[in-house]
């Protein structure tokens, strides 16, 4: 029986698709002997547009459709996988920026205890997600689109797709994109949403769920994660690099530009903003989310740091978000984010064969990289990939103080 990797694809919970290219399981199959299974599910307003509050019982668990399709595929691994080959007893989830967001929520999540083993979230943590208040403000903007009420909201049924994207656009056009609500984009929009049903609580706050105390997690991100999406931030001069870090940390925006200066002098504005941004959008979530876990003091937690630089662009995107996924399942081979030179592919050796040893034994270790101890709030043990991988304790601790 082979060990099951069963991948969340990315695109917060609006976008994406398990079929992409990206997420091809062919290599990682074939080099760990595993089963790998991509999924699709419900999106946008059909997966997440929490009604419970306008419309009663009858739509109690509607913020949270997309993630109960989640929890029938892998109720379908349970009950089918061993046709293919795999361990039903021996499922890892794993899953890459809303992908990852999605494996934090099933980790909270009653319906879903019991189908996985252990946890992967790559640059995605949701401490938390959505609650009422917020998704009902949502789920009203929505009814407004389309021009109806409360009382109306069965009508929702019959509403052709292509107009449910419309108004899906225009009320996510009235919640912000921009770099200030990237910060709130767990908050804010079309979430998981804490219904007190199939989601009882928040992921990761205040503490881990007690009913995944006993999953083993590697968790993790990369160093330069808000360059996909805000690639002048590199540009920035000092001036600018002002107004941007007011517009996303609003009153706290002076204390923590000055911690950022403090911990790196020789640091330029641009480096100094690019470095606060990703902090806040993935990496001091992650901390917070492997702290809470190995709090419970009931499975093992491994942190990493992606610090790879890609050469794409001159370099100007340095280690973005996603661009760790071609490493993962070993196809740098056919991908274009990482470049055209040969080093991607030792390290894509090793970090595909850390993911296999993970998901085989809930333990990332193997012959590739240095010996790698699990993370607790004393040591902060992380790995480094890099040409050179190695083990740092708090890598970057004067920032994560910032926070």
């Keep these: 029986k082979r060990p099951v990797m069963f991948w969340c694809h990315g695109g917060a919970f609006i976008a994406g698709s398990g079929s992409s290219g990206w997420y091809d ?9 595993v089963v790998v299974v991509t999924i699709n599910h419900r999106l946008g307003v059909p997966g997440f547009l929490h009604l419970g509050d306008l419309a009663g019982e009858a739509y109690a668990s509607s913020g949270n459709t997309g993630m109960l399709d989640i929890v029938e595929a892998l ?62 403000a949502t789920a009203k903007l929505m009814l407004e ?27 996510l056009a009235k919640v912000g994109f921009g770099l200030g609500a990237m910060a709130n984009r767990r908050r804010l929009g079309f979430n998981p949403v804490v219904d007190g049903k199939a989601l009882p609580h928040h992921p990761f706050e205040p503490v881990a769920p007690k009913i995944s105390a006993n999953i083993p997690l590697m968790i993790g991100t990369n160093k330069d994660e808000i360059l996909l999406f805000a690639p002048k931030l590199a540009d920035l001069d000092e001036a600018a690099m002002g107004i941007a870090m007011k517009q996303f940390l ?12 403090r911990a790196r002098p020789k640091a330029s504005a641009a480096d100094i903003a690019i470095a606060i941004t990703s902090d806040r959008f993935m990496r001091i979530g992650s901390i917070t989310l492997a702290e809470r876990q190995a709090a419970q003091h009931a499975a093992p937690v ?25 490493f993962v399942f070993d196809n740098v081979a056919t991908d274009r984010l990482s470049g055209d030179g040969r080093e991607k592919f030792a390290l894509a050796e090793k970090m595909s064969r850390t993911w296999l040893a993970f998901a085989r034994a809930g333990n ?36 994560r103080l910032a926070w």
């Design 75 to 136: 109720k379908w691994v349970r009950d089918n996988i061993g046709s293919f080959g795999g361990d039903a007893g021996n499922v890892t989830i794993f899953g890459e920026s809303g992908g990852g967001a999605k494996v934090s929520v099933l980790m909270a999540m009653p319906a879903a205890h019991g189908l996985f083993h252990k946890a992967i979230v790559q640059s995605g943590p949701a401490v938390s997600v959505t609650d009422h208040d917020d998704a009902t």
């Design 302 to 326: 491994y942190m990493y740091l992606f610090t790879w630089e890609t050469p794409v662009l001159g370099g100007k995107l340095r280690s973005p978000h996603a661009l760790e996924i071609p």
């Design 25 to 33: 399981g062919t290599n990682l199959a074939k080099k760990g002997d």
């Design 250 to 261: 609003g009153d706290s925006a002076d204390r923590i530009v000055e911690s950022y200066r």
């Design 364 to 399: 990332p270790n193997n012959e590739g990289i240095p010996k790698w101890p699990g993370y607790s709030s004393e040591n902060r043990t992380t790995m480094i990939f890099d040409n050179e991988c190695k083990i740092e304790n708090d890598p970057y601790g004067a920032e």
């Design 145 to 171: 689109q389309l021009g109806l009420d409360a009382k109306q909201i069965d009508r929702l049924q019959t509403v052709p797709p292509q107009d449910l994207i419309k108004a899906q656009t225009a009320v």
